[in-house]
């Protein structure tokens, strides 16, 4: 038995009824993806080798792939998104979440090592943005953008080498990539990241928790007061956390969740969305600006 | 020191022309608002606000009609305050009440339009709550519900979902005035406020609650499934 369900990468996902259980079947037939797909079932298989207490990775059981398609086949998770989770979980529910999260990265940090990212891995991000942007037909006329593009170069010009923790990260570690099951928090998804550092986990998971970017996209009614109240305090327990250990997050948070939504930002074509985002850029290199001038 | 707040400053279109339904009276001629407390251990209550809207007031002479209540009723300690203007929550009427009146200390919040009683609210933060199952109609809609866990601490309070069969009754107490104020003007930005959403941003900065569970529970809000 097949049923098709709406995934967020353009792949398509079937869940597949077998022997009595039920499996996902991510697949792609896009010969441009086959590698990107195949990185992110290696990444999934490896993450899942590893022991994270209250964080779980589904198995992944087989990688099928040719020169046109590939289709991975995986352990199906019975969970519920984020909204719903948090719609019902009690005040100890999301301690649970938050010391998880806190855990997981600590984790992704102890299985890094401190490198020195070259200064040009930004600058040449920053260019590409620069390039996606002037071609967007919703953004190439847009002055605003164009102006907070001309702004957050300027600002990526000036954070030179960054030494940061490099070797494990999750590469999209947003609250739609994490499946809720109890007090068991299964993360799908995963990503290559342009640095592969746990600092860019920190900056997706907050990209959800400072700027509730996914509650943007989910379409069902619920309560928004009590989400940006839970979002609120996990992030705040998140950046105290971070901010009161690592020099490095409290130095590069910033301008890494600025290119963030910078790169969000390129691919926009929703004007609601373009909207928002150039508000949260604009707030981005306020914050920067003000920042430096302390 | 405990204080009870009683806020009825909702404003609505209706009441332009229709009396709310918290200052109507009862067969015995008590107004539903006042009878709202008759439940509570007024004994151990030192002052009684009853917040109301100044429109109200002009157009029905609430607070006339309120002290002769008193009058009878006995509630010597009760008071009246007159809001200028309508506000956007209950969290809202609360807290400009507790502003106006130098309030400090423990407050018990009862809502206008049900009944309960209980024979002591001990000075800790708490919400009355009942058990769903004990309701012969209900509205889901338009309750707001309790998680408690085994030992009595209150884990979870939600608007409208239905996660525990024990129901939030209109009853909320904070032990300390000014720490209400506070958490609500850290939350007065967000929309529709409830003082549920209070509650749980209180619990979710380890604020203890315990849950009150009442007798006797009458939902006025209800009378129109009754008839």
Known sequence: MKLDIQGHSGCEIVIVHEDNDLFIHKSTHDSGYVPRLVNQANKQIAASKIEYQNIRVPKVFEVEQNDTSATIKMEYIYSRNYVEHFEQAG?????????AIKYFIDLEINNSRMETVPSHILTDKMADVARKV?????????????????????VMDQVGNMVLPVGMCHGDLTFSNILFNGNNYYLIDFLDSFIESPLLDIVKIRQDTSYLWSTLMYNKPFDKVRLSIISEKIDVAIDEYFSGRYQWYRDYYMPLQLMNFLRILQYGHDDKVISYLKKVISSQLDFINNTKNI | MMTLIVPIAASNAEYEH????????????TMFCVKAIAGLPL???DDIYFVILREHDERYMLSEQLSLQFRRKNLSRAHVTILKQPTNSQAETVARAIEENNITGMVLIKDADCYFTTDEILPQNGVAIYPLEDLPIVDPQHKSYVAVDDMFYVTNIIEKRVVSHFFSAGGYCFED???????YERLKEYSPLYLSHIIYAMLLDKKIFRPI?????QDWGMMHLNS
Request: net charge negative; with cysteine; hydrophobic share 35%.
């Open chain 1, 91 to 99: 005040f100890e529910q999301i301690k649970y979440l938050i010391g």
């Open chain 2, 213 to 217: 569970l009442i007798e006797d529970y």
């Open chain 2, 18 to 29: 229709k009396l709310p339904q918290p200052f109507r009276l009862d067969d015995e001629g």
């Open chain 1, 134 to 154: 002037e071609k967007n037909v919703h953004l190439k006329d847009d002055a605003e953008a164009q102006e907070l593009v001309r702004r957050s170069s300027a």
């Open chain 2, 177 to 183: 005035a000014l720490e209400f104020c506070r958490y």
């Open chain 2, 43 to 45: 004994q151990d209550i």
